[in-house]
Nanobody
Framework: VQLQASGGGLVQAGGSLTLSCVASGTISGRTILGWYRQAPGEQRELLASIGSGDTTNYADSAKGRFTISRDITKNTVYLQMNNLKPDDTAVYYC???????????WGKGTQVTVSS
């Protein structure tokens, strides 16, 4: 399975972006899809995840501004980001954790830069 993230770019503070991550290959119904980010000099942090039954979880930094969703028919997970702030500048990664087969996949990341 390969994950391809896209949708990053340069946006002004207060703007919005939608990230997409397409999974090629077969993933099980017990796969948790997540979005992470890593700013320069910082650890990678979990922003949001979505699992079976579309159960979602959000980090405090993402609550109220970011929304994770997925389209099973397209094997795609999205991250809608609103009211972006300069502190949101980071490389954003998607991850697929197949809990049935104990497999873990990461995408290469997409850069998001928010200017003030």
């Amino acid at each position: 399975v390969q994950l391809q993230a896209s949708g990053g770019g340069l946006v002004q503070a207060g703007g919005s972006l939608t990230l997409s991550c397409v999974a090629s290959g077969t993933i099980s119904g017990r796969t948790i899809l997540g979005w992470y980010r890593q700013a320069p000099g910082e650890q990678r942090e979990l922003l949001a995840s979505i699992g079976s039954g579309d159960t979602t979880n959000y980090a405090d930094s993402a609550k109220g501004r970011f929304t994770i969703s997925r389209d099973i028919t397209k094997n795609t997970v999205y991250l809608q980001m609103n009211n972006l702030k300069p502190d949101d500048t980071a490389v954003y990664y998607c991850r697929a954790r197949d809990m049935l087969y104990d497999l873990d996949y990461w995408g290469k990341g997409t850069q998001v830069t928010v200017s003030s």
